[in-house]
C-alpha cells in the first residue's frame, strides 16, 4: 500500500521494553522472520520508516528511510545504549511521515562478501510473477518511489508491466 504523506494510519508496531518499563512502538513491515542467508539468522522485523520519528530515525540509523538494524525477537535491541526486549506486535496510529522504507543492504566496497550473497540470493528469484502487488519471497507489499517498485523488506524489484522480479534496489549498492 501506498500511503499518502501527512496521514494517520493504523500500522503494526514492535512494542519494545526496557528499564523501568520505558516503552518504544516502533513501526514494522512484513512478517517476523529470519535471513539466514544474509547472515542475520535470530527472527526478527524490519522497521517501517514511513512512519517513524526523528528520534526513532536516530536510534535505527535510518537513512533516507533504509536502514540495516532489524527489530530482534529473541534478543535485545539497543535504543539510547540501554537494552529493550520485543514484547508483541500491536497496532498505533502513526503519522505517514516519508514514502520510503527498506533495507539498506550491504555496500559492495567495505562489505563485499556480503553483498556477494545478497546478490546470489536475489538471482533466484529473477523472473518470478508477483501477484496482487506482494513480492514473492514474503508476499509484503510492495512500494513504488521515484517510479522504482521494489519490496522494503529486501529490495527485490519489480517490473511495472510484467509483475516480474527484474533485479533488486538497493542504495547502498549504487
Given at each position: 500500500m501506498n500511503y499518502e504523506i501527512g496521514k494517520y494510519y493504523k500500522v503494526p508496531c514492535a512494542e519494545l521494553i526496557g528499564y523501568k518499563d520505558k516503552r518504544f512502538f516502533v513501526p514494522v513491515n512484513g512478517p517476523e522472520h529470519s535471513d539466514p542467508q544474509f547472515g542475520a539468522s535470530p527472527n526478527h522485523y524490519h522497521v517501517d520508516a514511513r512512519f517513524t520519528s526523528n528520534l526513532l530515525n536516530q536510534q535505527f540509523y535510518i537513512q533516507s528511510g533504509?536502514?540495516?538494524?532489524?527489530?530482534?525477537?529473541?534478543?535485545?535491541?539497543?535504543?539510547?545504549?540501554?537494552?529493550?526486549?520485543?514484547?508483541?506486535?500491536?497496532?498505533?496510529?502513526?503519522?505517514?511521515?516519508?514514502?520510503?522504507?527498506?533495507?539498506?543492504?550491504?555496500?559492495?566496497?567495505?562489505?563485499?562478501?556480503?553483498?556477494?550473497?545478497?546478490?546470489?540470493?536475489?538471482?533466484?528469484?529473477?523472473?518470478?510473477?508477483?501477484?496482487?502487488?506482494?513480492?514473492p519471497h514474503y508476499g509484503t507489499e510492495f512500494i513504488e518511489t521515484n517510479g522504482v517498485r521494489y519490496c522494503p523488506l529486501h529490495g527485490l524489484r519489480t517490473d511495472k508491466e510484467s509483475s516480474e522480479i527484474v533485479g533488486y534496489f538497493l542504495p547502498n549498492a549504487g
Open positions: 533504509f536502514t540495516n538494524k532489524p527489530i530482534w525477537v529473541d534478543k535485545k535491541n539497543i535504543i539510547f545504549e540501554k537494552p529493550f526486549y520485543f514484547r508483541r506486535i500491536v497496532f498505533k496510529h502513526k503519522l505517514c511521515r516519508s514514502d520510503v522504507s527498506g533495507i539498506l543492504g550491504p555496500n559492495p566496497s567495505n562489505r563485499p562478501a556480503e553483498f556477494e550473497k545478497y546478490q546470489t540470493w536475489a538471482k533466484g528469484f529473477l523472473g518470478k510473477k508477483c501477484h496482487g502487488g506482494k513480492c
